[in-house]
């Protein structure tokens, strides 16, 4: 392989990581209008742990480059029978032995070929882990949007319910200096909106936490506190690929091809490898020198003697790691098996689930909250009874958000055991 072939060769090989490295700026309207689409489309160009992989499939496109360049002939220079008297003249026709050697090791049993198949099968296991680890993050991204943007939803309520809870306590004092109402009954008013603001406070400390996750995923930790992602309730999900056409599975079948080829390159260790060279020897006839040969041409070949060892520990090394290749196929296939039914069976327990809390539950709280609402302000009931009617319509629209939330993550996770590998992308 000539250097002008290797160079293009790894040019075309990090081109497409060269273009998602430059992972570009997200506006602050970008992220203030933050959508599930935009999270797929990012992660590719901005996940640290993808622009590693890219890094690492950079390398192994090299390898193959390495892996296919044969051994450098030597050149060695020599000088003999050096003496005092060497004569006058230039240092060629000096009256010493002079020695020139050229060495090439010819290799043979296939060595370079199994080299390169070896290093092609690394590479391609290498651009497999790049669509496996695009394919995680982007999972693990959406799994933050979705926490994020359930936190932020559960905030609102809580913030809407720390809002309610100031105009009873504003409009039950005003009984109390009239005489209509207990001051018990305004501490008791009082007590739950301090508890509502208790938990507006850990709600703003988990959304700190949250934002500053999705930013960092999104390569944008300086709109942390911009991010502002809507929970989307997802349709029907896509049908989980199979098995095989997973690329973590892809990945270990290349893994599984290399290991193979390397078996093969050691025990192609076997077949001795030959070494030749030609010397040429100029010892010059001088006026001082009457005994000089003039020049000579020697040729030699040399083969490894395998007396000591014949490379069985290089064999058994390569044999133990084929072994070792095919059982982690076998468990990136089971993996993969079981990942799509864990997909399949929290796409169908947060589907049931969102359907309780839409068509029972907050219906249910909703008008036992509206009745008790409706008798309080008549003097039908007391202040315990429309408090707890209300933590109980705010438990329900939390539960709400959490149900949507849990149906968008179960969306994400079958949208991932429906990726497939594409052996034409260069990238993903």
Not at 205 to 223: F, I, T
Not at 282 to 308: C, D, E, K, Q
Not at 325 to 349: I, M
Request: hydrophobic residues 50%; proline residues 5%.
């Amino acid at each position: 392989m000539s250097k002008l072939s290797s160079v293009l060769l790894l040019a075309a090989w990090l081109w497409p990581a060269a273009s998602v490295w430059a992972c570009p700026a997200l506006s602050q309207a970008a992220a203030q209008d933050l959508t599930p689409e935009a999270v797929r489309a990012r992660v590719p160009l901005c996940h640290p742990d993808v622009l590693a992989a890219e890094r690492a499939l950079g390398a192994a496109a090299a390898d193959v480059i390495t892996a296919g360049q044969r051994p450098n002939p030597q050149l060695g220079l020599g000088a003999g029978n050096l003496g005092r008297n060497m004569g006058s003249g230039s240092l060629w026709n000096k009256a010493f032995d002079h020695q020139l050697r050229v060495d090439q090791v010819i290799e043979r049993g296939g060595k370079p070929q199994l080299r390169v198949a070896t290093a092609q099968a690394q590479r391609e296991a290498a651009r497999a882990d790049l669509a496996e680890i695009t394919r995680q993050a982007t999972l693990a991204t959406l799994s933050a949007y979705n926490a994020l943007a359930a936190a932020l939803a559960r905030r609102e309520e809580l913030t809407a319910g720390a809002a309610l809870n100031r105009e009873s306590l504003q409009a039950f004092e005003k009984r109390v200096k009239s005489g209509d109402a207990a001051r018990l009954d305004a501490t008791r008013f009082e007590l739950d909106a301090l508890r509502v603001q208790s938990d507006l406070v850990l709600a703003e400390n988990e959304l700190r936490a949250l934002r500053q996750q999705l930013a960092l995923a999104l390569g944008a930790p300086e709109q942390a506190g911009a991010l502002q992602p809507r929970l989307v309730v997802p349709a029907a999900p896509p049908v989980p690929a199979a098995p095989e056409q997973i690329p973590g599975v892809v990945a270990a079948q290349s893994r599984l091809q290399a290991a193979e080829r390397a078996r093969e390159l050691a025990r192609a260790q076997a077949t001795r490898d030959v070494s030749v060279g030609v010397q040429l020897d100029r010892y010059p006839v001088t006026p001082t020198n009457s005994s000089g040969t003039g020049n000579t041409v020697s040729l030699f070949a040399s083969v490894p003697l395998l007396v000591n060892h014949a490379y069985q520990g290089e064999i058994a090394r390569a044999e133990a790691d084929v072994d070792s290749a095919a059982e982690a196929l076998r468990r990136a296939r089971t993996e993969a098996a079981g990942e799509a039914a864990r997909a399949q069976s929290q796409w169908q327990g947060a589907l049931a689930r969102r359907r309780l809390v839409m068509e029972e539950l907050l219906p249910a709280a909703e008008r036992v909250a509206a009745g008790a609402e409706l008798a309080f302000s008549r003097g039908a009931s007391g202040v315990l009874e429309v408090l707890d009617a209300r933590r109980a319509l705010r438990a329900a629209q939390i539960e709400r958000i959490s149900a949507e939330a849990e149906l968008a993550q179960a969306a994400a996770a079958l949208q991932a055991s429906a990726t497939v590998f594409e052996a034409g992308a260069a990238s993903r």
